[in-house]
Nanobody, 123 residues
């Protein structure tokens, strides 16, 4: 399975974006998926994760209440809806997938990693 992330862009503070992570094979629907982000000069940060069933979710403390992760298995896609964006959310966002189907917050638990999509929030 290969992952393709998209949906990034430039948005003003307070705005919204929806990122998409598309899996190349139908088996993607059985994978747990997470989003991570990394800003220049900063460590990689966990954003959100979702189990293969869609029933288990986890969110990073800095995004709770502003971000929702969801999946559409018919489209082989996991979404990251981001609202009330802040300049501090500026980073490269990338998705990762785990064939065990869990919603881990640990980057090392994800054997598949996609390329990133840039999100820039202006003040």
């Amino acid at each position: 399975v290969q992952l393709q992330a998209s949906g990034g862009g430039l948005v003003q503070a307070g705005g919204s974006l929806r990122l998409s992570c598309v899996g190349s094979e139908r088996a993607f629907r059985f994978y747990g998926v997470a989003w991570f982000r990394q800003a220049p000069g900063k460590e990689r940060e966990f954003v959100a994760s979702l189990s293969w069933t869609g029933e288990v979710t986890s969110y990073g403390d800095s995004v709770k209440g502003r971000i929702t992760i969801s999946r559409d298995n018919a489209q082989n896609t996991v979404y990251l809806q981001m609202n009330s964006l802040e300049p501090e959310d500026t980073a490269v966002y990338f998705c990762a997938a785990d064939r065990l189907g869990m919603a881990s917050m640990r980057f090392d638990d994800y054997e598949l990693r996609g390329q990133g999509t840039q999100v820039t929030v202006s003040s």
